[in-house]
């Protein structure tokens, strides 16, 4: 029976000290650079950031270790293929701060739970491997060997591999991901939940089913060239800054852009390039053409009446709006398409989507008359109920201009951590295909298993029932980055052993099973030395390119280990002498990609092609016009508008990223673009909401949760006026997590719905 010791699960919900501005209308420019060099000389000492900096992104560099926005394949800027929050990512994995010994003998795990995740991040980087026995409340020092002998005994102990779970944050490269789940499949699980479940999974459904790849078509000279770019669902300005550069570029060139946002995003609307003195005197460039405030989850809504719009000038003249011939040859569904286009109310559509119908009108004429259109989208189409159905229908209208698959035109899924989309590629993915398993089975001479095994949600609820004993997470923050954090807290303490592989704290590392580990891993930026000598990681962006990353900083402490080392370490001492030659993979990385390159498809010669500057794209079937689907066929898919409504009274939730932050890492306190300082405990709303609720600027609400009769609540929030759709609300990711339930997932992907939590307020 286990004890579980008395954390605080939640972060402590107080209040920092709140200064509001007005929201910007700018994206970087001057203020960007001044914030990102003030990161870098606070955490890491601005000469030494500044050589560092010097590397990041370049072809003989490391990988900004921020987003998985690609870098230009051609020439690379002399002053830095880098954004201001690529310079907050690095100052903080390469600061100057240490979390060691005399960190865990002066902090008990109780004390630790009480402080901030600001407070706990800026603790600094993990210098040496740290045990936390049963019973205890101080982490201990423990050397590598004891670490590995003591998971290697659990492991060992197990009645059934499924016992075992192991997650993967989207920061883990190619070499360490594909190790990590050969070693996972060899002890005999499919248990490989990732971030990617609760981020783009549904994408990768949504995708699969109708073009046959989970993947976005669109390469980066691509945006260059398109003559309409939509933004749904993303806030590029704050996460993906460079895509304004691409953004830019394709205003240059003549292209529109449309935005589709419950909030006028800074970056979607001025975009002033830092690099570009000149553009630091003009004011920059103004980026949306037009601006479409949907409500929260009026996206399908929206494309079904510009889709019916579309119709209409089509039937008017026909073979001028859809790309007949491509319908024809290409794709299947289109007559019932059709013909629920046809039965659908326009003026239903118009009012879920919250939009007005003179303003559809105008921006569905540019997707009748523009054949290269590129749908770029993110978090507020995938978290959603229906948010593989988002996808699909982003997918219809792209498949009637037939545009896929064409220069300027495509899907393009912006991903969030920076090897997220690699790590599936290496098959980090609780639902491995046959195929994949055929193909390890033969090269490794073994029998791996078939079994799906947990996503991210479905191991909470495992933990939860006791059927867990073991979790292993390489990398992320399990704890914050979850739903229902009370029900993933207490379900997590379940577990007999929780281990850790990190750079820094996080509250992963407090709220744990009976017994925990700590194993301290170097970054992206530093040297990673192994048997043979200096290692390179290779890493895939979110458009395909895979690309080398080669460290260059001093480790945080000589005692840290690379993940590939800790994986392959792992491997040894629980098998013992096996038929995968663990030591030989980790001693040279070359032979893990010889290894990769036999097994997944599209890495022929990977390690002669990585090696040439810039790297290789992979094999994507869409970019050729191939539908790598049951039928063959792109298809077409009939989705319903969501019926969104909430009782009386209440609003409709979603949780965000502010632009000082790294999903659970907080880098600072400010919310600059939105004019929000100083404090994160914040509730945006529409002010004839508040007006309707008696609510003033900076007063104090607490936020109670509701799905199907379940309440949960979150203390002390300040209300702020802000430009957001009516009905509508936004606060910040982690600290409302504990609102989401554990059940509220997407269909199909089971991706947790946070992006639309019917909430309601109280004094
Ligand atoms: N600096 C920085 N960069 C990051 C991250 C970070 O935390 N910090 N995180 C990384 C990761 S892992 C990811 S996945 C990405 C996330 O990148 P984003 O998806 O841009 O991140 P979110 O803050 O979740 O923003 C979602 C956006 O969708 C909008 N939105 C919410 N609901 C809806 C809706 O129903 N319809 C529409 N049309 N819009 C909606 C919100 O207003 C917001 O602008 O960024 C990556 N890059
Ligand atoms: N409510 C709500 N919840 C969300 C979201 C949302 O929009 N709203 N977004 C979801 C999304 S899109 C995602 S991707 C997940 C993110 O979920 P995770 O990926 O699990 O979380 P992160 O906050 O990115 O993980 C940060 C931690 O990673 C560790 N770390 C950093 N660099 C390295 C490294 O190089 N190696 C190792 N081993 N560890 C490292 C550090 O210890 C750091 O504290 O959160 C999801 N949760
Ligand atoms: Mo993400």
């Known amino acids: 029976m286990i004890t579980k010791r008395k954390v605080q699960i939640v972060p402590p919900e107080e209040f920092s000290q709140l200064k509001l501005t007005s929201p910007k209308k700018k994206a970087v420019g001057i203020p960007a650079l001044i914030s990102s060099m003030q990161h870098i000389s606070r955490e890491m000492g601005l000469w030494r950031g500044i050589k560092l900096l010097n590397k990041m992104n370049q072809k003989d560099g490391f990988d900004c270790p921020g987003c998985a926005w690609p ?40 004390e630790l739970s009480t402080k901030s995740d600001y407070w706990l991040g800026k603790s600094g980087r993990i210098t040496e491997p740290f045990y936390l ?35 993967t944050s989207g920061r883990t ?56 770019i939509v933004v749904m669902g993303q806030n590029p300005g704050t996460n993906h800054p460079r895509m304004l550069a691409a953004l830019e570029k394709c205003k240059e060139n003549g292209g529109k852009i449309i935005s589709v946002n419950p909030i006028p995003e800074a970056g979607n609307n001025v975009f002033v390039d830092p690099q570009n003195p000149l553009a630091m005197i003009k004011g920059g460039t103004q980026l949306d053409d037009h601006y479409l405030q949907v409500k929260i989850n009026g996206d399908v809504a929206l494309l079904k009446a ?29 007559d019932a398409l059709l013909a629920d286009l046809k039965a659908a109310d326009f003026n239903e559509a118009v009012a879920a989507s919250g939009v007005s119908e003179k303003e559809i009108r105008t921006v569905s004429k540019l997707f009748i008359e523009k054949k290269k259109i590129i749908i770029c989208w993110a978090m507020g189409l995938t978290q959603h109920e229906n948010g593989v159905q988002n996808i699909q229908e982003v997918v219809n209208i792209l498949l009637l201009k037939g545009s896929i698959g064409i220069e300027g035109g495509g899907t393009c899924p912006v991903r969030g951590h920076s090897n997220v989309q690699g790590d599936r590629t290496m098959n980090i993915w609780e639902k491995p295909k046959d195929g994949y398993i055929d193909k390890i089975d033969a ?91 200096k290692q390179f990681v290779t890493i895939e962006n979110s458009m395909g390119v895979v690309q080398k990353s080669y460290g260059s900083l001093d480790n945080a402490s000589p005692n840290l280990k690379s993940e590939p080392a800790i994986v392959a370490t792992l491997a040894k001492a629980v098998f013992g002498n096996s038929p995968i030659d663990w030591e030989k993979m980790r001693d040279n990385y070359d032979n893990v990609r010889d290894a990769i390159e036999a097994t997944i498809d599209g890495f ?56 000082d932050q790294y999903n659970t890492t907080i880098y600072g306190m400010d919310d600059r673009y939105r004019g929000i300082l100083n404090e994160r405990r914040v509730i945006l709303m529409n002010k004839s909401d508040m007006d309707a609720q008696g609510l003033k600027n900076e007063e104090v609400v607490h936020i109670k949760s509701h799905f199907r009769g379940e309440e949960r609540i979150a203390n002390n929030f300040k209300v702020i006026a802000y430009n957001i759709a009516k009905g509508c609300a936004a606060t910040y990711f982690p600290e409302a997590n504990v609102l989401v339930p554990v059940d509220s997932t997407a269909k199909k992907s089971n991706t947790p719905v946070s992006k639309f939590i019917e909430i309601s307020l109280f004094k």
């Open 71 to 110: 870098d230009p394949d051609g020439k690379r800027s002399k002053l830095g293929e880098y954004c201001e929050n690529g310079v907050k990512a690095i100052a903080e994995e390469a600061t100057i701060s240490k979390v060691g010994r005399e960190f865990f003998a002066e902090y008990s795990v109780e």
């Open 133 to 167: 026995a049963e019973g205890s409340s101080h982490y201990q020092p423990i050397s590598w060997e004891e670490a590995f002998e003591k998971m290697a005994t659990k492991l060992k102990s197990l009645n059934d591999p499924n016992e075992a779970i192991f997650y």
């Open 173 to 228: 490269s190619n070499e360490a991901a594909y190790l990590y789940q050969l070693f996972v499949r060899q002890f005999g699980t499919n248990n490989l939940p990732d971030c990617s479940n609760m981020c783009h999974e549904s994408s990768g459904v949504g995708l699969s089913e109708t073009v046959g790849i989970g993947k976005g078509s669109v390469t980066l000279e691509d945006l260059y060239v398109s003559e309409l």
């Open 306 to 334: 510009i889709m019916i719009l579309m119709l209409e000038a089509e039937e008017k003249n026909p073979g001028t709006v859809f790309d007949l011939d491509f319908i024809a040859n290409q794709t299947a569904g289109i």
């Open 443 to 533: 090269h490794f001479k073994m029998k791996f298993p078939r079994e799906h095994g947990y996503d991210a949600v479905e191991s909470i609820k495992a933990c939860h029932e006791n059927k867990v004993k073991f979790y292993f997470f390489m990398g992320g923050n399990f704890i914050s980055a979850t739903p229902d954090s009370q029900f993933t807290g207490e379900a997590i303490q379940n577990c007999d052993m929780t281990v850790q592989v990190s750079t820094k704290l996080n509250r992963s590392h407090i709220v744990t099973g009976n017994e925990a580990l700590i194993l301290p891993c170097i970054s992206r930026s530093e040297l990673d030395i192994q048997a043979s000598g």
């Open 604 to 659: 022929h010669d990977y390690n002669k092609r990585v090696r040439v500057p810039g790297g290789f794209y992979l094999p994507n079937c869409t970019r050729d016009r191939k539908f790598n689907t049951a039928n063959g066929k792109a298809n077409f898919t009939i989705n319903p508008i969501p019926q969104n409504n909430v009782a009386e009274g209440h609003l409709i939730l979603m949780t965000i990223r502010t632009h």
